[in-house]
């Protein structure tokens, strides 16, 4: 019994961390990691900073994705986040809930 518990907590930890990955892979492929690295700042913060600053945020997720549709500025200095209209929606749902579960 002892090994079976072993063996499903593996591989619930293994399908999370798929999880991530395929969202990390996602934000790749949609240019995020060219400004910003998990956990140090590039052009833009570091994600690991996006989730901390708006942990506890109820509306930060639909912020968020607005934001990497229209783009932004001044909340993390005066560089501007360019708009990324061509991010399709559900893309950018899923990047910014990998994002925001960095902490």
Do not use: R
């Amino acid at each position: 019994m002892n090994k079976l518990m072993m063996t499903a907590a593996s591989a619930a930890l293994l399908a999370l961390s798929g999880a991530a990955s395929a969202d990390q892979a996602l934000a790749q492929k949609n240019a995020c990691m060219s400004c910003h690295g998990v956990d140090k700042k590039i052009v833009g913060p570091a994600f690991k900073e996006v989730a901390k600053k708006y942990a506890g945020d109820k509306e930060a997720a639909a912020k968020l994705v607005a934001k990497v549709k229209t783009g932004g500025k001044g909340v993390w200095g005066q560089i501007p986040m360019p708009p990324n209209p061509n991010v399709k929606k559900e893309d950018a749902e899923k990047i910014i809930a990998w994002v925001l579960s960095l902490k």
